[in-house]
């Protein structure tokens, strides 16, 4: 049981959360959009079990992206996060390599049963054409970003300024979000990439928040931070407006026609709640970026800024509203 919990404080549980409704948000809109393949719009148990089989498998992905991270961030944990299973050695380095390529296995093989209407049973998703398997492809990505994100084999764009924010946005903003739209419908669509762009262009500048306390650390790592490459001021202002502008997004898709289809917007929930829920994200963003920019230099002495508790609030709600706005009959 000791060793059990020094595997999950490896897997860091709190940080499976966001991704796991991430995931249920992406199916939910797509269920509830134009673009639901199965005419009746049932909510069968095929989708469901299809649902939480790619949610959990979400989770694996996050929890082996975070171990491969702790080790090699090893040499800054150190620094930075001192208790952690690797660095006090509760947890061998072969141990901790093991636990990561057990999830990525996890993590990825299921997804190849993550496959959409009219498939229905588990047969049929096995052997349908590969083009149906978007979601694991998809998964397929994700994982290859974690390493390109964590490796230095693989680049190791942690260590290069804002290449690292886009490394963590594009998987954990837009793929994640498409990820689950593919449960449910086929993502040759605007609709999912234009709400996998909303998050996405949040993440750039959210991703941020947490690297301005880790800044002795990382330096020691040789992390090129944009805290330390600007200072903290500097780089404040650097994430700010991805706090706000793309909240503004959101009223826009909910009106603007689809290109591929006129007679609907991009955005095909219901289009007053989005605008509204745009609206409200704009101008909690415009307050969290006040905390940031009233004193960018508390953002280095304490560990869970408030700028940092609010972003990670704010990206739930923004799921949230997501999955109600698509709920709503409109």
Same mark, same amino acid.
């Given at each position: 049981m000791r060793k059990l919990g020094l595997y999950v404080q490896l897997s860091r549980p709190f940080t499976l959360l966001p991704p796991l409704i991430g995931i249920v948000s992406g199916a939910v809109c797509a269920w509830g959009s134009v673009h639901n393949p199965d005419p009746a719009r049932e909510l069968t148990a095929s989708v469901l079990l299809t649902v939480a089989l790619g949610s959990l498998c979400a989770s694996f992905l996050n929890a082996a992206s975070n171990a491969i991270n702790q080790i090699t961030d090893l040499e800054i944990d150190r620094v930075n996060k001192p208790g952690r299973p690797l660095v006090t050695g509760a947890l061998s380095l072969a141990q901790g390599w093991r636990f990561t390529w057990l999830f990525y296995l996890l993590a990825l093989?299921?997804?190849?049963?993550?496959?959409?209407?009219?498939?229905?049973?588990?047969?049929e998703k096995l052997r349908a054409p590969l083009v149906s398997h978007q979601t694991f492809f998809i998964y397929l990505a994700g994982l290859i970003f974690?390493?390109?994100?964590?490796?230095?084999?693989?680049?190791?764009?942690?260590?290069?300024?804002?290449?690292?924010?886009?490394?963590?946005?594009?998987?954990?903003?837009?793929? @994640?979000k498409v990820a689950g739209w593919a449960m449910v419908a086929n993502i040759w669509h605007w609709e999912p990439w234009a709400i996998g762009v909303i998050f996405m262009l949040f993440l750039v500048g959210a991703s941020s928040t947490k690297d301005f306390a880790d800044i002795e650390g990382d330096r020691a790592g040789g992390c090129q931070t944009l805290p330390i490459l600007h200072g903290p001021k500097r780089a404040a202002w650097i994430i700010a407006p991805f706090f706000v502008f793309p909240w503004l997004l959101l009223p826009l898709f909910a009106y603007w026609p689809d290109p591929q289809n006129p007679e609907h917007a991009i955005?095909?929930?219901?289009?007053?709640?989005?605008? @509204?829920?745009?609206?409200? @994200?704009?101008?909690?963003?415009c307050y969290t970026v006040y905390m940031l920019l009233r004193d960018p230099e508390s953002l280095t002495r304490t560990e869970n800024h408030p700028s940092w508790r609010h972003m990670y609030l704010m990206m739930m709600a923004a799921q949230i509203g997501f999955a109600a706005a698509y709920l709503l009959p409109h």
């Open positions: 093989i299921p997804t190849w049963l993550v496959v959409v209407h009219p498939y229905t049973t588990w047969g974690t390493l390109v994100y964590s490796v230095p084999a693989w680049g190791r764009t942690k260590a290069r300024g804002m290449w690292a924010n886009w490394t963590i946005a594009v998987p954990r903003g837009c793929l @994640l955005l095909t929930g219901h289009p007053l709640f989005l605008a @509204l829920l745009g609206s409200g @994200l704009t101008i909690w963003g």
